[in-house]
């Protein structure tokens, strides 16, 4: 079975200020690993991916996260955040059963 | 194209009362998905399809069917909705021959059961 973990269910953060919300996993095989995002009152969309290679992956909005193997984490990060980053963050793992199991979810608020 | 649509968007029943929630998309994706969507919980997979004329369970499809009626549509029937089934419900698509494809998600359709 696979699980996700992320670690903050709230996050604020200052307009400009670098941000970092967390996510481990738990899997037996290996993992694709994935960062959604959630407007308010819309559907999610894809921040990034992580299926093979380089364990620093970039994705849209300057967003960047990092595999660790070893620690099981996949971390989203971004280095100056934006009035209109404010959103709910979803990390999500697909193992061996081959569909998604998503953690429970990071509100990032930022403020002004 | 319009992605991922879901029909209705906002719905209230009460105790006991049936209803489908309508799913489609136009990007001749494989494999459908059901979500629900409660606070605190993440999304929780209800039903999925991986491809067309094939349905299985994912965690919570008590209290749930679905239809794969063609490759672009998935339903998704509540029989005798309960309060438990308030909650948002996504649809989503992925193109299941093209390696690990994203899932692509619908805006979603609010229930209140009453």
């Known amino acids: 079975a696979q699980s996700v973990t992320q670690l903050d269910s709230q996050v604020p953060v200052f307009e400009e200020a670098p941000v970092e919300l967390r996510c481990n996993y738990s899997?037996?095989?290996?993992?694709?690993l994935f960062w959604y995002v959630q407007y308010p009152n819309q559907g999610l969309q894809l921040l990034l991916k992580?299926?093979?290679?380089?364990?620093l992956v970039k994705g849209i909005n300057g967003f960047e996260a990092e595999f660790n193997k070893s620690q099981t984490s996949f971390h989203l990060r971004k280095p100056s955040v934006h009035i209109s980053d404010t959103a709910e963050y979803f990390c999500?793992?697909?193992?061996?059963?081959?569909?998604?199991?998503f953690g429970s979810g990071t509100q990032l608020t930022v403020l002004p | 194209n319009a992605g991922v649509t879901q029909t209705p968007k906002f719905q209230v029943l009460k105790t006991g009362q049936s209803m489908t929630l309508q799913c489609a998309q136009d990007?001749?994706?494989?494999?459908m998905y059901w979500y629900r969507q409660d606070p605190g919980m993440g999304l929780r997979l209800i039903y999925y399809?991986?491809?067309?004329?094939?349905?299985d369970k994912g965690e919570v499809p008590n209290g749930y069917n679905v239809s794969r009626l063609n490759k672009r549509e998935f339903s998704l029937r509540l029989e005798s909705a309960a309060p438990s089934q308030t909650s948002v419900y996504f649809c989503?698509?992925?193109?299941?021959?093209?390696?690990?494809?994203?899932?692509?998600f619908g805006p979603g359709t609010r229930l209140t059961v009453t």
């Open positions: 989503a698509s992925r193109d299941g021959l093209a390696g690990v494809g994203e899932q692509y």
């Open positions: 899997s037996s095989v290996s993992v694709y």
């Open positions: 992580y299926l093979s290679g380089s364990t």
């Open positions: 999500a793992v697909r193992g061996s059963a081959r569909q998604l199991t």
């Open positions: 990007m001749n994706h494989n494999s």
């Open positions: 399809s991986a491809s067309e004329g094939t349905t």
